[in-house]
């Protein structure tokens, strides 16, 4: 089975603090993405990666980064955590190379991010 | 940009009711279209997907989705819900945008089903 391991299911941080949100899958999957999930909004697409060292912004990148050293981790990184970024944080994983199709996302359980 | 819609935000049906959650698209090229599930405390599964051939696929516990291409519509289906169907689903598309994948998710409908 696919797996993907998100490094918290809870976290709490304060206004201001870096916020460090840890992924990883243990398929060799070539693509990474990072989503935020809110009620009435759906998953919406914070940043993914398609290689190794590559990042692409996804639909609502402001207020993030991330970072991908090595093929099975992405990271996603608040620079200073703000209230507004408090919601759950779901982090998915896909094989493919760039412009392969016909491929599904197996998603981690999430972290439920709470920035006070 | 692509965009999904999921009309029906929140659905309460009794158990043995048939269920339809509708969803359409906003992409005129090719697409993958898939549901997930999302039961309460757990993570996202895949439900069904759609790659191409017949428009008709079946998931898993008794769903199913037909593809309407004229339509740009991708609804779930289900002849006799039960009570562990209560949970939330997700219709998503997958196009190929600057030579990348990019999956875009609808809001969501939640659905209750009472016993």
């Known amino acids: 089975d696919v797996k993907v391991t998100q490094s918290s299911r809870y976290l709490v941080k304060r206004t201001g603090e870096k916020v460090f949100l840890e992924c990883v899958q243990d398929m060799d999957h070539e693509n990474m993405f990072w989503y935020r999930q809110d009620p009435g909004l759906g998953l919406r697409l914070i940043y993914f990666s398609y290689d190794v060292k590559m990042k692409e912004k996804g639909d609502i990148p402001e207020g993030y980064s991330v970072s991908r050293e090595k093929k099975e981790r992405f990271s996603l990184i608040l620079e200073s955590a703000s209230t507004n970024q408090t919601s759950m944080y779901l982090c998915?994983?896909?094989?493919?190379?760039?412009?392969?199709?016909?491929?599904?996302?197996?998603f981690g359980q999430g972290t439920r991010l709470t920035v006070v | 940009a692509q965009s999904v819609s999921q009309h029906n935000h929140h659905v309460i049906l009794s158990e043995a009711a048939s269920l339809e959650l509708g969803c359409n698209y906003s992409y005129g090229g090719t697409v993958n279209l898939f549901w997930y599930v999302q039961y309460p405390g757990q993570h996202l599964q895949l439900l069904l997907k759609y790659f191409s051939g017949d428009p008709l696929v079946k998931g898993i516990k008794g769903f199913e989705a037909e593809f309407i291409k004229s339509k740009f519509s991708f609804n779930l289906r289900k002849p006799s819900v039960q009570w562990s169907d209560t949970a939330e689903y997700f219709c998503a598309v997958n196009v190929n945008s600057g030579g990348y994948q990019k999956v875009t998710f609808g809001t969501g409908t939640k659905l209750q089903v009472i016993p």
């Open positions: 998915a994983s896909s094989p493919g190379r760039r412009g392969f199709r016909n491929t599904e996302a197996f």
